[in-house]
């Protein structure tokens, strides 16, 4: 079995490697921009919560390439007639570019940048992959969880999906996203250890099922957690527990249902909990749960306090990929620079490095998002891109998880609301600037003649 | 930044933790048996093939709890009032238990166990999350390459969905799991690196745009890589490309089609490079496909000898999570062994040990699947369930990912004609033997009168 770093630099797909290889071997030392965001909305999100931008800066600061990588690489089919001089250069590489993006819990919209990356290209090209699938899948989460977030209207939303997750590791950032978007914590224990996210956790049905009686399991698990137990309900009969509960005079922190009629139940419970006094016994409700069942809980007078979302949530169940891109906008080669776009197939990526500004009315509220050049300064509204690297060193720590989650928070009263709604919107303005157009047909004039030629 | 071992023991929830306190506390040291299963297919599915199960046994070699670890632990608001005997046990903790499993690139279906653990129920608990998420997220990837593959009929699949996969590490893994599958390579040079899988490339639309010139930007590719280029042809116009191409008089050893009418393309492309004699310049396609739009493309003649899927491979884009759980069949407590069942809303489990038989006629097609009590014995079935694990100890080196691609081809070539469509078929038919039955009745009573009393 081999080792596996997490910053190592073969996390890529082979044409990145390929590619930086030709650069290097053509000489190909220019600067490039790439700017990498969504090309379009899942059908049924309004917005985007940015969200993954802490593990691409880690990344970035210490990608590296082990001899034993590279001995592989110089075995590799791919990279027959490929001179030493590359795999020297892997041996030493390391990130020196420039990195602006906006900041984590930041709300966005297609085609917005999400992340401006400036570095000879042989970098820029290098680590695409890892800036893609990180940014794509935590951006999903984080939105997907701000959605949960809404219809809970102020109850707790619990991110509980690591076993549904796409794999062990990605449930750990789903957990880290998913608090950016609103969840109050996780289940997921290495993601409490390394992000400090609150975690929580109640017992599992095998717990009851390993006692040979349902009370004694109840009982026991009150004697060894007597501050802390939330206690499940649904194994057997949901009414008759919380009659064992009670009749054993002893408070639990709260009650979990898991399955059956959870707005009806959790209603009878409560009623139950309070005719004992146990008006601050919680109600926890889990078992398939997305945002569209918690909106319809809470229309329905469900009294549940805190919701468990699993794998709706972890994996984004109703959207699980983002059209996250990629693109070159400008190169400098030949000690010229040039702005670069694609046209092709109707997938038209706009040329030149860009700055989105946001237009705010006087109570906060969202009015318009303009993409413009870097150099433009739109009168009254704010820069959302920012500048997080240069020359491969960090401008500053990172966001504590909790500033991008207040962010997040924030942004989202922002919205209009019909953007907060769970249902499909009318799409939110976002304008590209006059100069933006124009340099756009400039480059589109210059590739037609190029393309033609 | 905290270290993240792949191994760590909070890789889990927190309530398996709490519930493994718990377990300590009350000295609970039975052993107790829990099965790894799908509840039911996901809606476009028609059987699974098993994959993950190498590194969940990696993880049951290694998983430990560093110091740090437990100190966080330690100071966990959950923790309160557990004693020092827990964490110690933590820091000693290995997995000693006995695994049997289905080996890698099985065909299997809903209720069948694809693991099974016995072990102090304490370490069954804690290895929970990761097996779940690990055994989920590698089957789910394994059937929908699977189907892939099925639809490409003889032409290779490859699996490019990385920068869309939910992180990283899942992209490493969704290749692996697409190779068990079928794929017959994949783009992520990691997933190359750490099992030895073949990796594939071509190049980016960024290798052109970063060139003033199409023409320069094929010819210098052709030149640094003379044996293996693919180029890309639509940058900006298709045929126009092609035509650059040919007139330089270097063949390339592919050529990619990555967006448009992929059908009338390839076919158009097959003709201009069979007319100046490249017959051997192979057609690789990509851009937004998936099992459909190959058996479509495929129907439709195209002239495509590779395609390359992204997204809907490495997320399992229809059907993003499967309902795999892991329950308590068996445990033993004050020296009687009991099995366990559970029966709540129409979610009944069958207790006991059990083993799957498989039935094949004499052509070795599939006929029916048995499962019945670990020790019975069906005359004329095969059992799937191999034993892997001795008291912690692995039994023999793993498989290699080859034999279980082989063994997922075969039984793949074995499957019912229906079930070999993409479109839903009727259910494969999955028997429990007459003793389980008997076993769920008994356990059944003996549930009730608990539940009741």
Same mark, same amino acid.
């Given at each position: 079995?081999?080792?596996?770093?997490?910053?190592?630099?073969?996390?890529?797909?082979?044409?990145?490697?390929?590619? $930086?290889?030709?650069?290097?071997?053509?000489?190909?030392?220019?600067?490039?921009?790439?700017?990498?965001?969504?090309?379009?909305?899942?059908?049924?999100?309004?917005?985007?919560?940015?969200?993954?931008?802490?593990?691409?800066?880690?990344?970035?600061?210490?990608?590296?390439?082990?001899?034993?990588?590279?001995?592989?690489?110089?075995?590799?089919?791919?990279?027959?007639?490929?001179?030493?001089?590359?795999?020297?250069?892997?041996?030493?590489?390391?990130?020196?570019?420039?990195?602006?993006?906006?900041?984590?819990?930041?709300?966005?919209?297609?085609?917005?940048?999400?992340?401006?990356?400036?570095?000879?290209?042989?970098?820029?090209?290098?680590?695409?992959?890892?800036?893609?699938?990180?940014?794509?899948?935590?951006?999903?989460?984080?939105?997907?969880?701000?959605?949960?977030?809404?219809?809970?209207?102020?109850?707790?939303?619990?991110?509980?999906?690591?076993?549904?997750?796409?794999?062990?590791?990605?449930?750990?950032?789903?957990?880290?996203?998913?608090?950016?978007?609103?969840?109050?914590?996780?289940?997921?224990?290495?993601?409490?250890?390394?992000?400090?996210?609150?975690?929580?956790?109640?017992?599992?049905?095998?717990?009851?099922?390993?006692?040979?009686?349902?009370?004694?399991?109840?009982?026991?698990?009150?004697?060894?957690?007597?501050?802390?137990?939330?206690?499940?309900?649904?194994?057997?009969?949901?009414?008759? $527990?919380?009659?064992?509960?009670?009749?054993?005079?002893?408070?639990?922190?709260?009650?979990?249902?898991?399955?059956?009629?959870?707005?009806?139940?959790?209603?009878?419970?409560?009623?139950?909990?309070?005719?004992?006094?146990?008006?601050?016994?919680?109600?926890?409700?889990?078992?398939?749960?997305?945002?569209?069942?918690?909106? %319809?809980?809470?229309?329905?007078?469900?009294?549940?306090?805190?919701?468990?979302?699993?794998?709706?949530?972890?994996?984004?169940?109703?959207?699980?990929?983002?059209?996250?891109?990629?693109?070159?906008?400008?190169?400098?080669?030949?000690?010229?620079?040039?702005?670069?776009?694609?046209?092709?197939?109707?997938?038209?990526?706009?040329?030149?490095?860009?700055?989105?500004?946001?237009?705010?009315?006087?109570?906060?509220?969202?009015?318009?998002?303009?993409?413009?050049?870097?150099?433009?300064?739109?009168?009254?509204?704010?820069?959302?891109?920012?500048?997080?690297?240069?020359?491969?060193?960090?401008? $500053?720590?990172?966001? %504590?998880?909790?500033?991008?989650?207040?962010?997040?928070?924030?942004?989202?009263?922002?919205?209009?609301?019909?953007?907060?709604?769970?249902?499909?919107?009318?799409?939110?303005?976002?304008?590209?600037?006059?100069?933006?157009?124009?340099?756009?047909?400039?480059?589109?004039?210059?590739?037609?003649?190029?393309?033609?030629?």
């Amino acid at each position: 079995m081999k080792p596996a770093s997490p910053y190592s630099g073969l996390l890529t797909d082979l044409y990145e490697l390929t590619m $930086a290889a030709g650069y290097l071997e053509a000489g190909f030392e220019g600067q490039a921009t790439f700017e990498l965001f969504a090309r379009s909305l899942p059908k049924r999100r309004n917005f985007l919560v940015a969200a993954g931008l802490q593990q691409c800066l880690e990344y970035l600061e210490h990608i590296q390439f082990s001899a034993e990588e590279i001995g592989y690489l110089r075995g590799h089919r791919a990279f027959a007639g490929i001179g030493d001089a590359f795999f020297e250069y892997l041996a030493c590489f390391r990130f020196s570019g420039d990195v602006w993006a906006v900041p984590e819990g930041t709300i966005c919209f297609p085609d917005e940048p999400l992340l401006r990356i400036t570095a000879p290209i042989i970098e820029a090209q290098i680590i695409e992959t890892y800036l893609l699938s990180n940014i794509s899948f935590q951006t999903l989460i984080a939105s997907k969880a701000a959605r949960a977030t809404i219809a809970a209207q102020g109850r707790s939303v619990m991110e509980f999906g690591t076993r549904r997750a796409h794999g062990p590791e990605s449930g750990v950032l789903a957990a880290r996203a998913a608090f950016i978007g609103g969840c109050r914590g996780t289940s997921n224990v290495a993601a409490g250890y390394r992000f400090g996210i609150p975690t929580f956790g109640t017992q599992a049905h095998s717990w009851i099922m390993a006692h040979e009686d349902e009370e004694d399991a109840f009982r026991r698990f009150l004697d060894i957690f007597p501050n802390d137990s939330v206690l499940l309900l649904d194994t057997y009969e949901v009414h008759a $527990a919380m009659e064992k509960i009670i009749a054993m005079r002893r408070k639990p922190r709260g009650v979990r249902l898991d399955s059956g009629d959870l707005a009806g139940d959790s209603q009878r419970i409560r009623r139950r909990l309070d005719e004992v006094g146990w008006n601050d016994v919680q109600i926890f409700a889990s078992g398939d749960l997305d945002e569209d069942r918690i909106e %319809s809980l809470v229309a329905a007078g469900a009294k549940i306090d805190a919701f468990g979302v699993g794998s709706a949530l972890s994996t984004s169940l109703d959207a699980p990929a983002l059209g996250v891109i990629y693109k070159l906008v400008e190169v400098e080669s030949g000690g010229t620079v040039r702005n670069s776009a694609k046209f092709s197939a109707a997938k038209i990526t706009y040329p030149g490095r860009k700055q989105v500004f946001r237009r705010l009315d006087s109570r906060g509220c969202f009015v318009e998002d303009i993409i413009a050049l870097e150099d433009e300064r739109i009168a009254g509204a704010l820069p959302l891109l920012e500048p997080v690297v240069r020359a491969g060193a960090r401008l $500053a720590p990172a966001d %504590s998880l909790a500033d991008a989650q207040a962010r997040c928070m924030d942004q989202v009263a922002g919205l209009p609301a019909e953007l907060r709604r769970l249902a499909p919107a009318p799409a939110y303005p976002v304008q590209h600037s006059d100069r933006l157009e124009d340099l756009l047909d400039e480059v589109r004039r210059r590739v037609e003649k190029t393309a033609r030629a």
